[in-house]
């Protein structure tokens, strides 16, 4: 490849990596202001799970339609659209003081910005389609990770110093400002990707999903909805935890920094490892010790908690660059758009319905066993992880 080609592909890593950044930035702001927003409105754990369940579902019941969008109008458009929706969202979020328009604001940001993670991964399978595939997208979850380090914990020093409403209203402005400098670079550079009409199908992939082996996606897709449903779940209670243990209010955000650098090192370090030692031992080494990081939440002191968040971090979302890479291995690049959004449909669908479902079961029967259960229900994944050596 020459050096031309290579920068060229350098930049479109960039540029969508820098979509992620505000996308997954903006998306994990919620861990921290559903704490702000229970205390407020005076919610339950089930409400506080419903709120999170249609943040997260509004991304999976649109994901799968604004990737076949971006098919007919261009991907890049959808997802710049998306990035605004999701600041708009976050504007009207900072002035709305009922539990509707609340649940409203959350809506509007996730419906719009909803085809984000499929397009993207989609333009950049294509990118790499001849090598670095996997190292690429390793990379571009990383970026996402970033930014769920960077905003998160400058969401958590302006709510300390202005609430946080004001601290939601400066984020979204910010949000739209960076968001038009990210379109103006990247659409002086959107020659150089692949045209999805380009791209020549043979007879047999005009039409269907293109799937070349359905027991094998299967088997990735159940474990990446018992993985984001784990995840999902975690998160969202994961700061009343936090505050049970006696860590006050205005350093829940901190902690959860550190869970989320621990997160960034282990999407990037996860997709690179993955290239040398193979998928099945990935998935089921991060699990184990994902299993077994969860499970430590529940029974270290406070003290220990700030030891064990970045490790957690790490093991946690260590997974999904591993899968998300292997999805675009079972799919032709001419079906890989609606292959995507297929994929995250699904799972951000099913990862929406985990917070309510553990919210009825936390005022039941208590945060710690909720988070026990998290931890459990990866077990499963273990021996489905089995199924991913089938040959396509």
């Given at each position: 490849m020459n050096p031309i080609q290579n920068n060229g592909r350098t930049r479109s890593l960039f540029s969508f990596s820098a979509f992620h950044f505000l996308d997954d930035g903006f998306t994990d702001s919620i861990y921290i202001l559903l704490p702000f927003i229970a205390a407020e409105l005076s919610l339950s754990f089930s409400q506080v799970g419903l709120l999170k369940g249609i943040f997260s579902g509004s991304t999976g019941i649109f994901q799968f339609p604004l990737s076949l969008l971006g098919e007919k109008i261009g991907e890049l458009i959808v997802l710049v659209f998306?990035?605004?929706?999701?600041?708009?969202?976050?504007?009207?979020?900072?002035?709305?003081?009922?539990?509707?328009?609340?649940?409203?604001?959350?809506?509007?940001?996730?419906?719009?910005?909803?085809?984000?993670?499929g397009l993207s991964s989609s333009i950049l399978s294509r990118v790499f389609e001849v090598s670095g595939r996997r190292a690429a997208m390793g990379t571009y979850n990383f970026?996402?990770?970033?930014g769920k380090?960077?905003?998160?914990?400058?969401?958590?020093?302006m709510i300390n110093l202005w609430g946080w409403r004001q601290a939601v209203f400066a984020l979204s402005l910010c949000g739209i400002a960076i968001g038009s400098i990210l379109y103006f670079l990247v659409s002086r550079q959107k020659d150089r990707f692949?045209?999805?009409?380009?791209?020549?199908?043979?007879?047999?992939?005009?039409?269907?999903?293109?799937?070349?082996?359905?027991?094998?996606?299967?088997?990735?897709?159940?474990?990446?909805?018992?993985?984001?449903?784990?995840?999902?779940?975690?998160?969202?209670?994961?700061?009343?935890?936090?505050?049970?243990?006696?860590?006050?209010?205005?350093?829940?955000?901190f902690a959860l920094t550190l869970l989320f650098v621990g997160g960034a090192v282990g999407k990037?370090?996860?997709?690179?490892?993955?290239?040398?030692?193979?998928?099945?031992?990935?998935?089921?080494?991060?699990?184990?010790?994902?299993?077994?990081?969860?499970?430590?939440?529940?029974?270290?002191?406070?003290?220990?908690?700030?030891?064990?968040?970045?490790?957690?971090?790490?093991?946690?979302?260590g997974t999904s660059s591993v899968l998300y890479a292997t999805v675009a291995e079972m799919i032709p690049p001419a079906s890989r758009s609606r292959g995507y959004g297929l994929y995250y449909a699904i799972t951000l669908s099913s990862g929406a319905l985990s917070p309510l479902a553990f919210g009825l079961i936390t005022d039941s029967m208590g945060l710690s066993f909720t988070i026990m259960m998290t931890a459990l229900m990866i077990v499963f994944t273990i021996p489905l992880s089995r199924q991913l050596s089938l040959k396509s």
């Open positions: 998306g990035t605004f929706g999701l600041a708009a969202g976050f504007t009207l979020l900072s002035r709305a003081h009922t539990f509707g328009t609340i649940l409203f604001s959350l809506m509007l940001a996730k419906t719009t910005g909803a085809g984000q993670h970026s996402g990770d970033l380090v960077c905003i998160p914990f400058l969401l958590t020093l692949s045209p999805i009409q380009s791209i020549k199908r043979s007879s047999h992939q005009e039409t269907g999903w293109g799937i070349k082996d359905r027991k094998k996606f299967s088997s990735l897709l159940t474990i990446g909805i018992i993985d984001i449903s784990a995840r999902n779940a975690l998160l969202t209670f994961l700061p009343f935890l936090l505050l049970q243990k006696g860590i006050p209010a205005g350093q829940v955000g990037l370090t996860c997709g690179v490892l993955a290239e040398w030692f193979g998928i099945i031992p990935m998935v089921v080494g991060t699990e184990v010790l994902t299993i077994t990081g969860i499970l430590s939440l529940t029974v270290l002191p406070t003290s220990s908690i700030w030891i064990i968040l970045p490790f957690v971090g790490i093991v946690l979302n």
